[in-house]
């Protein structure tokens, strides 16, 4: 059974930074996409990151230029960076493995301050 484990969570002012992190156990992580979620207030949860096993990536347009997702599969975890934060970044953010029944993590959350 893979368990996702996120961190890096955190308070910060807008135009700040913040590092999540995704340990995933198991062996299955290098074989499959793996993405981030957002739960911000008031909205759905949206996909804001995917990053393939091949290492393609794609993002949201809100977040584009401003957040990077990547992976290690070496140590079995996902990472996003988030530049140029804004309030409305505000949310709990999800790391999912993405198959048949995608596996979520716990989230972590991030709130950016005006």
């Known amino acids: 059974q893979v368990q996702l484990v996120e961190s890096g969570g955190g308070l910060v002012q807008a135009g700040g930074s913040l590092r999540l992190s995704c340990a995933a156990s198991?062996?299955?992580?290098?074989?499959?996409?793996m993405a981030w979620y957002r739960q911000t207030p008031g909205k759905q949860r949206e996909v804001v990151a995917v990053i393939e096993m091949t290492g393609t990536t794609n993002y949201i347009d809100s977040v584009k230029g401003r957040f990077t997702i990547s992976r290690d599969n070496a140590k079995n975890t996902l990472y996003l960076q988030m530049n140029s934060l804004k309030p409305e970044d505000t949310g709990v953010y999800y790391c999912?493995?993405?198959?048949?029944?995608?596996?979520w993590g716990q989230g972590t959350q991030v709130t950016v301050s005006s």
């Open positions: 198991g062996s299955i992580f290098s074989s499959n996409t």
């Open positions: 999912v493995l993405l198959r048949g029944a995608p596996i």
